[in-house]
């Protein structure tokens, strides 16, 4: 190309149409509809999810069990990538892959999963039966939930930490070992503030992704509703567009309001 072509404007606009009518098409039209449909049973329908008890309820057990799930993929993956990141042994590479494999599945094997191991035909239920103490199962409440969140959680987390650990300038840590620092004041002083962008952003992945899984819950979520079960009801069983969209603004705002708020601490953070 001349290093003097300047393209014209009607060229930059015939290239850029395509982009822009799929843009119109699958995003901007879409959610002009979803953040209309509510209007039209009055404003009151946009804070119906704190307003009616059922609603509000299965919002706080969403959240909760987010922070939980999210609370335990940062300290596990930190502790794992840390470790596979600092300590070099055979087989390093091969557990590393085993242990993202899950990164290919899907939630709703994920939620498989745990009902082969804590569903009423699963493992535990036929020892329990073996045992006389009757079909012992966990995996449809909240217990099967968090283990598989935590599963479905971790390959990211710990893919994420390893990474950043293999990044880290490792004459800080020597620097800090010759002043005499213990183990636990190299990660109070090295490993903490250095980590600290990957634990924001990779925290807010991880609760923006357990806020909004669906197949894992679908699968398991018998005795604990959570939000977007709530949305799938309203929208398929029942048909209610209006309370099903109202319901899906409150659950991504909260999700977008976590990842720009990570976005903005964590580039503060990295300066």
């Known amino acids: 190309m001349p290093s003097g072509f300047r393209p014209s404007r009607t060229l930059l ?3 850029a149409a395509p982009a822009a009518a799929f843009f119109a098409a699958f995003w901007l039209l ?21 307003t009616n008890g059922r609603y509000l309820q299965s919002l706080l057990q969403t959240l909760g069990l987010s922070l939980a799930v999210t609370l335990a993929t940062l300290v596990i993956g930190a502790l794992v990538g840390i470790t596979l990141a600092r300590q070099r042994f055979r087989g390093r590479q091969l557990l590393l892959s085993l242990l993202t494999l899950p990164l290919s599945f899907p939630g709703v094997i ?21 045992l006389g103490w009757g079909r012992v199962t966990f995996a449809y409440g909240l217990l099967g939930l968090f283990l598989a969140y935590l599963y479905f959680s971790l390959p990211r987390a710990i893919a994420t930490y390893t990474a950043a ?21 190299v990660a109070r002083d090295v490993w903490i ?6 634990t924001l952003a990779c925290g807010a992945i991880v609760f923006a992704t357990a806020m ?6 679908f699968t398991l979520s018998a005795k604990f509703e959570v939000l977007p079960i709530t949305i799938y009801n309203e929208f398929t069983n029942y048909a209610n ?11 991504g705002v909260i999700t977008w309001a976590v990842l720009w708020i990570s976005r903005r601490v964590s580039g503060s953070a990295a300066i």
């Not at 049973?41 to 946009?46: D, T, V």
């Not at 082969?116 to 535990?124: A, S």
């Not at 567009?241 to 659950?251: P, Q, R, T």
């Open 30 to 50: 879409p959610v002009v509809r979803l953040l209309a449909l509510p209007a039209e049973k009055g404003l009151a329908s946009y804070f119906v999810v704190l």
């Open 165 to 185: 650990a293999e990044a880290m300038d490792a004459q800080l840590e020597e620097a800090a070992r010759s002043m005499g620092a213990s183990r636990w004041n």
């Open 212 to 217: 909004g899984a669906f197949g894992t819950a």
């Open 110 to 130: 994920i939620g498989f999963f745990m009902i082969l191991l804590g569903g009423r035909q699963g493992v535990l239920a036929d020892i329990t039966h073996s």
């Open 13 to 15: 606009a015939a290239c």
């Open 241 to 251: 567009f209006a309370l099903a969209a109202s319901l899906s603004i409150a659950l």
């Open 193 to 198: 503030p250095e980590l600290a962008p990957t």
